[in-house]
């Protein structure tokens, strides 16, 4: 074999890489709580729907807390001699954050929650100016969401605002709002939802917000615009922004009064 002289051989050091920094994790728990008597929500009521404990776990899981990513806390219902509990896994937050809802459900008068709607068709643009992405949910006030419903009908958006919602823990509610005239998309938008009490005045409030059947001769069905799940205090308000087809869909909530006195 020939041997080849004077080569030049070329080794290639990959440069070194900066180490990445540990992403940090937040600390987990385990407790299993007792849970009180879920029957008292399930169709006690006519506008209350059947199983309220898998209802509220759902509801929990989504709910946002700080330090702890959505979806990351598990809730396991099952049974003990004493009854139904919850298997919680998650922060101490997020646990205690459980235990304090199924607290207050343990109480014999829960109480009401006043909450106001609205929502707001307009154009990508004028959403996007207000920093609003699809899917996220941002703790807002009066001057920033009538700042919005301005822009609204200044490019010739559409404002909805359903009545007044008092709704009872675990207790669903619905709103409806026809199409505009002229609206490309003439299903009506349709909001179902329900809360549940946590801590001192702060509610969960869960929201469905989905186009509904299409007008008699049309054939488009029901399709969802936005699940998102909003912790409110008494005096709060929240807006998130979803994508309607072509256009932006705000929804503002503001939350106007908790612990209402049934009957008030």
Not at 3 to 32: D, M, N, S, W, Y
Not at 82 to 103: F, K, N
Not at 152 to 166: D, F, L, Q, R, Y
Not at 185 to 213: K, N, S, Y
């Amino acid at each position: 074999m020939a041997a080849v002289f004077g080569a030049v051989l070329q080794v290639t050091v990959p440069a070194q890489q900066a180490p990445e920094k540990a992403i940090p994790v937040a600390p987990q728990a385990a407790r299993i709580l007792r849970c009180p008597d879920f029957g008292r929500f399930d169709g006690a009521t006519p506008n209350q729907g059947p199983n309220a404990l898998a209802r509220f776990a759902a509801i929990l899981r989504q709910l946002p807390m700080d330090g702890a990513p959505a979806r990351s806390l598990t809730l396991s219902p099952g049974r003990s001699a004493r009854g139904a509990i919850l298997a919680a896994r998650g922060t101490p937050e997020q646990i205690d954050t459980v235990a304090g809802a199924l607290a207050q459900l343990e109480r014999e008068s829960v109480g009401n929650t006043r909450l106001q709607f609205s929502m707001v068709l307009v154009p990508l643009a004028v959403a996007r100016a207000h920093r609003l992405d699809p899917g996220k949910t941002v703790v807002t006030d009066a001057a920033a969401w009538a700042e919005l419903l301005r822009d609204a009908v200044k490019a010739k958006g559409s404002v909805h605002n359903p009545t007044e919602v008092i709704a009872g823990a675990l207790a669903p509610f619905v709103r409806e709002v026809t199409a505009t005239e002229g609206a490309t998309d003439r299903r009506p938008l349709r909001l179902r939802g329900e809360i549940v009490p946590l801590q001192g005045d702060e509610v969960a409030i869960a929201v469905h917000v989905e186009r509904g059947v299409a007008p008699v001769g049309e054939k488009r069905a029901p399709s969802m615009v936005a699940e998102p799940v909003f912790r409110l205090a008494a005096g709060k308000s929240a807006m998130m922004m979803a994508l309607d087809g072509e256009t932006a869909l705000v929804l503002i909530v503001r939350c106007l009064e908790t612990g209402v006195a049934e009957g008030k």
